[in-house]
C-alpha cells in the first residue's frame, strides 16, 4: 500500500509539474518561411528565461486561421493582413524580419546559382507554356550550359502559403499573362500535372528526390538544405542571386526604410543587387488578451527577440527589421491591452531584462 501511495504521488507531482510547464510554454502556428527564425529564437530564450516555445509551421493560411480561433497564442504569416481584417477580428499585425523566396531546381551538371531566368520566363514556366528544360527561352539565358531535353517537373505549394502569396505577387508584378490567368493568392487550384506537396519541408523534399524538378522555398529552407538555387533577372536588368545582402539592397530601396511602413511586399524593387523576390515575414495576436498572464509572457518573447536577437537572426540567414519598422512593431506591441482596457504592451515597453547581444548593423 505504501508503495501504491508513493507511485501515487509521483504520478501526481508529474502531472503538476507537467501542467505548470505547458502553462509556461508559448505556442505558436504558420509560415514555415519563419520556422528557422523561431527554432534558432526558442533555443536562445529557453536558455535565458526558462519559457518553453511550440511552434507548428503550417503555413500562413492556417496559422491565421488557428489564431483568429484562438487555438495558438499567435499565429506567423509571410503576408500581413489588411487594416479591415484586423479591425473585424480584433488582431494586432507586427513583422520580425526580412527573407526571400528563390526558385530551386534539381538538374543534373548544373550547379548553384548557375542558371540564369527572366520573371517572365519563370512565370511562363508555372503556367505550363515551358515545359522541357532544354526549351529556346530558357536556352537562350543560358549559353554555355548543357540544358538536359527532359520534361520540367513543377513542385508548388497545395496549402495556403505565404511564400506564394510573394511568390505569385513577383510574377504579377513581371508578367501580364500570370497577372491575367492567377493573380496573387496564398493558393490555387495547380494543373494536375504539377507535383503539389505542403510545407516548405514538402517542396524541398520534392525537389531534392525529382530530378528535372523546380520549386520555389524561402530561403533558410534552401541554405538548411544546400538546395540549387537560380539567378533572376531584376527590375534594373541585372541577374541577381538570393542572398542575406540582395535582400537588403531590395529592402533598402523600399517604403519599409524610407517610410517605417511594413504594409507593402518588398517584391520587384529597384536596386542593381536586389532580389526580386524578398518579403517580411510577420506576427499575428489578439489586440484585446483573454489571458493577460500568458499573453505578457509571449509579448516579453517578442520584446526580448528585437532586443537580443539580431544576431540570431543573421545565422538564421533573415534580416532585421530597419529601426523605423522594428520601432513600428514596439509600438503595436504596447498597444495590446487586457479585457478591461489596461495596458499589457505598454508596461511592457518598460522592462528590459536581458542586455542586447550581438547585433547586425541597423538600417
Known amino acids: 500500500m505504501k508503495k501504491s501511495l508513493t507511485a501515487i504521488f509521483a504520478a501526481a507531482l508529474f502531472c503538476l509539474q507537467a501542467t505548470a510547464l505547458l502553462a509556461q510554454t508559448i505556442s505558436g502556428a504558420g509560415s514555415s518561411a519563419a520556422a528557422p527564425i523561431y527554432r534558432s529564437w526558442a533555443q536562445a530564450y529557453q536558455k535565458a528565461a526558462g519559457v518553453g516555445f511550440a511552434y507548428e509551421p503550417v503555413g500562413s493560411s492556417a496559422g491565421i486561421k488557428k489564431m483568429k480561433a484562438r487555438e495558438t497564442h499567435f499565429g506567423a504569416s509571410d503576408v500581413s493582413p489588411s487594416d479591415a481584417e484586423l479591425a473585424k477580428d480584433g488582431l494586432v499585425v507586427f513583422p520580425v524580419a526580412i527573407t526571400g523566396v528563390s526558385p530551386v531546381v534539381n538538374l543534373a551538371k548544373v550547379g ?75 493558393s490555387f487550384d495547380w494543373p494536375k500535372s504539377f507535383m503539389a506537396v505542403k510545407g516548405s519541408d514538402g517542396v524541398t523534399k520534392a525537389v531534392k528526390e525529382t530530378t528535372g524538378a523546380i520549386g520555389y522555398v524561402d530561403f533558410g529552407y534552401v541554405k538548411e538544405n544546400t538546395l540549387m538555387t537560380v539567378q533572376l533577372k531584376n527590375r534594373d536588368g541585372e541577374f541577381t542571386k538570393p542572398s542575406i545582402d540582395t535582400f537588403r539592397s531590395a529592402l533598402a530601396a523600399s517604403d519599409w526604410v524610407s517610410k517605417g511602413s511594413f504594409t507593402g511586399t518588398l517584391t520587384n524593387q529597384i536596386g542593381k543587387s536586389a532580389w526580386p523576390i524578398t518579403m517580411g515575414t510577420f506576427v499575428v495576436l489578439p489586440g484585446i488578451a483573454d489571458q493577460p498572464d500568458q499573453a505578457l509572457r509571449m509579448l516579453k518573447f517578442f520584446v526580448w527577440a528585437f532586443v537580443n536577437g539580431d544576431a540570431l537572426v543573421q545565422s538564421s540567414n533573415f534580416v532585421r527589421l530597419p529601426d523605423r519598422v522594428q520601432a513600428s512593431a514596439f509600438k503595436a506591441i504596447a498597444s495590446i491591452r487586457d479585457k478591461s482596457g489596461a495596458p499589457i504592451g505598454m508596461a511592457l515597453m518598460a522592462e528590459t531584462a536581458l542586455p542586447r547581444q550581438g547585433a547586425d548593423k541597423p538600417m
Open 112 to 186: 548553384d546559382a548557375q542558371l540564369r531566368l527572366t520573371g517572365d520566363v519563370l512565370a511562363r514556366i508555372f503556367l505550363g507554356e515551358i515545359s522541357r528544360w532544354n526549351a529556346t527561352e530558357i536556352a537562350k539565358l543560358n549559353p554555355g550550359t548543357a540544358l538536359p531535353d527532359t520534361p520540367i517537373q513543377v513542385v508548388v505549394r497545395a496549402d495556403g502559403s505565404g511564400t506564394t502569396y510573394n511568390f505569385s505577387d513577383y510574377l504579377a508584378k513581371v508578367s501580364p499573362a500570370w497577372k491575367s490567368a492567377y493573380g496573387v493568392k496564398s
